[in-house]
């Protein structure tokens, strides 16, 4: 199956289309396309050829992506995108353009969660040392760590996040060593989940439900990302956005689905930050 969306996305020039032949409306993977930022339709073409190449290890597809994504030979628009100017897909990894509008308030929560999926998988699955590097320096300088933006990744309580940091963060010599930080944190998320993840009314600290700037859609956001204890019960709270100011309502019969809380447990046993006694 990966083969295949691989081929598919190459016969389509990095663009996904619909049953009547046009680009769907968010169906551009290309850097500069229009659609979208730099950094993040890079880094997710990326992510998903590589995969591919994981799975399939074929010549032709690694020789596509070693000259027209990486562009070892020197600069090739193969895809006939139509830019005057075009890099190596690596180059644009510096604008992801996650973090919009004054102090970030206008952030897209779901393009962080893309991203940080594309990174993850970037710096996984890479076999050169020097790519891995290059994208391990994104995840942490451009992403998670993005100390010239005020809603960074590592102040949003993000488990799933912290732990995706901290397993694929660089260590040894030249390195500020382990992300103790990002551990404690992701631990500490997870112990605030409740029980049950019945939709019902959440009882908010009001310090953290004063409005402090206006979110994408034009409502009350808050300054400080909320702990899970302070989360709407949904049914993947790592999507979210962590300064959401709504009401968190009952809904009498519901209970979401534990994905979000196992994904990011099983991620912290598998890399040894939580074990059985915790």
């Not at 353009?97 to 004054?102: A, F």
């Amino acid at each position: 199956m990966l083969d295949q969306i691989g081929a598919l996305l190459l016969a389509n020039g990095l663009a996904v289309r619909d049953w009547d032949g046009r680009i769907t409306e968010h169906g551009r993977f290309h850097p500069l396309a229009f659609d979208n930022f730099p950094g993040f339709n890079a880094a997710m073409s990326l992510s998903y050829l590589q995969s591919v190449l994981h799975a399939t290890d074929d010549a032709t597809l690694r020789e596509t992506y070693d000259q027209c994504l990486l562009m070892k030979d020197g600069p090739d628009d193969c895809f006939e995108a139509g830019f005057i100017e075009i890099l190596p897909f690596t180059d644009y990894l510096s604008e992801p353009g996650l973090y919009i509008g004054r102090e970030g308030c206008s952030t897209n929560y779901n393009n962080v969660s893309m991203h940080m999926l594309s990174m993850r998988t970037l710096v996984h699955e890479a076999h050169d040392p020097e790519l891995r590097a290059l994208y391990a320096k994104s995840l942490d300088e451009d992403v998670f760590r993005a100390t010239d933006e005020p809603r960074q990744i590592q102040l949003q309580h993000n488990a799933f996040f912290d732990f995706v940091f901290a397993a694929h963060k660089p260590l040894g010599p030249g390195t500020d060593g382990p992300a103790f930080d990002a551990v404690e944190d992701g631990v500490c998320m997870l112990r605030q989940f409740p029980a049950s993840k019945a939709v019902v009314a959440i009882e908010r600290d009001p310090a953290v439900l004063e409005p402090y700037c206006k979110d994408r859609f034009d409502r009350d956001t808050g300054g400080t990302a909320k702990e899970v204890a302070d989360r709407c019960i949904r049914n993947f709270v790592w999507w979210g956005d962590p300064y959401d100011l709504r009401e968190c309502g009952a809904v009498d019969g519901r209970v979401e689905v534990p994905t979000d809380y196992l994904l990011a447990y099983w991620m912290g046993r598998y890399y040894g930050f939580i074990d059985a006694s915790m």
